[in-house]
């Protein structure tokens, strides 16, 4: 197949707006879930059950991301980029004002699986219109833009979470995604380009039974790990059935000509690495806003909008390397860069198991700067790789692989952070500061030890691997020819 589009192509001041109607959505996204986190225990009050209870809202959601995922890059290539991306922006809003007028936990069950549906179309449609409208040499540039969203939102969600929860009505913290979304919608219909197949193969319904089904079940089974409503025979069940789902998918998978995930991608080194090397960094980096509340609130004693505001630098840092990551990029190259660049998130992780009872303000605030100078880097550098070699008819299905990678990962990221948090703090001294955090301190040694190593699956790049995006021979040569830039 072959990509087309239904309209001409888009022009300088489309390209100029894409890359911020792609990332006002990823930040509605991101900032839904953070802000949702800290009014739990209001709303639990205010619909008279507890907190616990509270786990299905936020699983739902989860649960949601997991089934229309995979389906995402389907729908794009049959029906259209703008439609989908349109629909995805539409459902998520109306989800969210459903959520905000929801009067009991089961509607509001519903209707996060309603938002669920609209978030999970969005970042893998928005980045395959980013790599269909934008050359191989801008991606990264692009990419270094729309992924600061991602990074803004969960920090800056605790602290307007806390805000609203303290002067307004819980409503409000679903309510905020309405004008941006009103927005994204005006804006999107009017501008964004409507990528799509001449022609598509039917939707693989048995593998979307298969793939969605096994991949719902163990986002849940890590959503409620930890508690105590499901015995660990009927944990292991439930893993068992899931990994057998999976199973069957992947072998459906290998059956079929066109399969709901073409795992056929997996073959490009690039795009191999791209998803398995992120999948594992993302388990490390993918817990720590679980901990950081964990440490600050809890362990610390600051109130949930002291702690939002000590971890806002690594969204001041994100922005701050937005301007100079195609250099970098430019000059190591993939390979150095995310080899490296593993090895020193996960030592900066590891940095907070220092962080203590006596540990002064501005070093934290430091420590967090600099983690988030480098998770940028290193999301920016994953997301980008992925398309380096794939074609033009093969990025929705990239997009779709890649998105629900990072789905798993940072469940499973959130589950480990509070397993190994579980094991070092008894249940009786959850209450306990010190306990708490020698607990996390853990954690993090953990997640960093785990992000270290995972710099092992980079390393079966190549030096000229995506050197079509990072420009690095380009970069090389003119160092060792400068006479040659002057012509």
Same mark, same amino acid.
């Given at each position: 197949?072959?990509?087309?589009?239904?309209?001409?192509?888009?022009?300088?001041?489309?390209?100029?707006?894409?890359?911020?109607?792609?990332?006002?959505?990823?930040?509605?996204?991101?900032?839904?879930?953070?802000?949702?986190?800290?009014?739990?225990?209001?709303?639990?009050?205010?619909?008279?059950?507890?907190?616990?209870?509270?786990?299905?809202?936020?699983?739902?959601?989860?649960?949601?991301?997991?089934?229309?995922?995979?389906?995402?890059?389907?729908?794009?290539?049959?029906?259209?980029?703008?439609?989908?991306?349109?629909?995805?922006?539409?459902?998520?809003?109306?989800?969210?004002?459903?959520?905000?007028?929801?009067?009991?936990?089961?509607?509001?069950?519903?209707?996060?699986?309603?938002?669920?549906?609209?978030?999970?179309?969005?970042?893998?449609?928005?980045?395959?219109?980013?790599?269909?409208?934008?050359?191989?040499?801008?991606?990264?540039?692009?990419?270094?833009?729309?992924? &600061?969203?991602? @990074?803004? $939102?969960?920090?800056?969600?605790?602290? #307007? =979470?806390?805000? +609203?929860? /303290?002067? *307004?009505?819980?409503?409000?913290?679903?309510?905020?995604?309405?004008?941006?979304?009103?927005?994204?919608?005006?804006?999107?219909?009017?501008?964004?380009?409507?990528?799509?197949?001449?022609?598509?193969?039917?939707?693989?319904?048995?593998?979307?039974?298969?793939?969605?089904?096994?991949?719902?079940?163990?986002?849940?089974?890590?959503?409620?790990?930890?508690?105590?409503?499901?015995?660990?025979?009927? &944990?292991?069940? @439930?893993? $068992?059935?899931?990994?057998?789902?999976? #199973? =069957?998918?992947? +072998?459906? /998978?290998? *059956?079929?000509?066109?399969?709901?995930?073409?795992?056929?991608?997996?073959?490009?080194?690039?795009?191999?690495?791209?998803?398995?090397?992120?999948?594992?960094?993302?388990?490390?980096?993918?817990?720590?806003?679980?901990?950081?509340?964990?440490?600050?609130?809890?362990?610390?004693?600051?109130?949930?909008?002291?702690?939002?505001?000590?971890?806002?630098?690594?969204?001041?840092?994100?922005?701050?390397?937005?301007?100079?990551?195609?250099?970098?990029?430019?000059?190591?190259?993939?390979?150095?860069?995310?080899?490296?660049?593993?090895?020193?998130?996960?030592?900066?992780?590891?940095?907070?198991?220092?962080?203590?009872?006596?540990?002064?303000?501005?070093?934290?605030?430091?420590?967090?700067?600099?983690?988030?100078?480098?998770?940028?880097?290193?999301?920016?550098?994953?997301?980008?790789?992925?398309?380096?070699?794939?074609?033009?008819?093969?990025?929705?299905?990239?997009?779709?692989?890649?998105?629900?990678?990072?789905?798993?990962?940072?469940?499973?990221?959130?589950?480990?952070?509070?397993?190994?948090?579980?094991?070092?703090?008894?249940?009786?001294?959850?209450?306990?500061?010190?306990?708490?955090?020698?607990?996390?301190?853990?954690?993090?040694?953990?997640?960093?030890?785990?992000?270290?190593?995972?710099?092992?699956?980079?390393?079966?790049?190549?030096?000229?691997?995506?050197?079509?995006?990072?420009?690095?021979?380009?970069?090389?040569?003119?160092?060792?020819?400068?006479?040659?830039?002057?012509?």
């Amino acid at each position: 197949m072959t990509a087309s589009t239904s309209s001409v192509p888009p022009s300088d001041s489309i390209k100029r707006l894409l890359p911020w109607l792609v990332a006002v959505a990823f930040f509605m996204q991101s900032l839904d879930t953070t802000i949702l986190n800290t009014a739990v225990p209001s709303i639990a009050r205010a619909m008279d059950v507890t907190p616990l209870d509270m786990k299905a809202v936020l699983a739902s959601y989860t649960l949601s991301l997991a089934v229309f995922i995979p389906i995402s890059g389907w729908m794009a290539d049959r029906f259209g980029t703008r439609r989908v991306f349109a629909s995805a922006i539409g459902l998520f809003t109306v989800g969210s004002i459903l959520c905000g007028l929801s009067t009991s936990i089961e509607m509001l069950v519903i209707c996060r699986v309603i938002q669920g549906a609209g978030g999970a179309m969005m970042m893998p449609v928005g980045r395959m219109t980013l790599a269909r409208t934008f050359g191989k040499a801008d991606l990264v540039r692009v990419m270094s833009f729309v992924a &600061i969203p991602s @990074l803004v $939102g969960p920090m800056i969600g605790p602290i #307007a =979470g806390g805000l +609203i929860v /303290a002067y *307004l009505h819980w409503s409000i913290v679903f309510f905020v995604n309405i004008p941006v979304g009103l927005l994204g919608l005006y804006f999107v219909q009017r501008h964004l380009p409507d990528y799509r197949e001449s022609q598509t193969h039917p939707l693989d319904l048995l593998g979307l039974v298969l793939f969605g089904g096994g991949i719902a079940l163990l986002s849940y089974v890590l959503e409620v790990f930890g508690e105590h409503r499901l015995t660990l025979p009927q &944990i292991f069940g @439930l893993l $068992g059935i899931a990994v057998a789902l999976l #199973a =069957g998918y992947g +072998i459906r /998978a290998t *059956l079929i000509a066109f399969p709901l995930l073409n795992l056929g991608l997996f073959k490009i080194r690039t795009f191999r690495a791209a998803v398995s090397g992120g999948f594992f960094t993302r388990l490390g980096l993918g817990g720590i806003p679980f901990l950081f509340p964990l440490l600050y609130q809890i362990g610390l004693g600051f109130s949930p909008i002291q702690s939002g505001l000590l971890v806002l630098p690594q969204a001041v840092a994100s922005i701050g390397l937005k301007t100079f990551m195609p250099t970098i990029l430019a000059r190591l190259g993939y390979r150095n860069v995310l080899v490296g660049n593993t090895i020193v998130v996960g030592l900066m992780i590891m940095t907070f198991a220092t962080v203590g009872a006596h540990t002064p303000i501005w070093l934290i605030v430091i420590q967090a700067f600099v983690l988030g100078f480098f998770t940028s880097m290193q999301y920016t550098s994953m997301n980008t790789l992925v398309y380096a070699d794939v074609s033009a008819s093969q990025t929705s299905g990239a997009s779709t692989i890649a998105a629900t990678g990072q789905q798993l990962a940072i469940s499973f990221g959130v589950a480990g952070a509070g397993l190994i948090a579980a094991i070092f703090v008894p249940a009786s001294d959850h209450s306990h500061a010190d306990t708490l955090i020698h607990g996390v301190q853990q954690s993090f040694l953990a997640l960093g030890v785990l992000t270290v190593v995972s710099s092992v699956v980079f390393m079966e790049l190549r030096k000229d691997d995506g050197e079509a995006i990072s420009q690095h021979d380009s970069q090389n040569h003119r160092a060792a020819h400068p006479e040659s830039a002057e012509h």
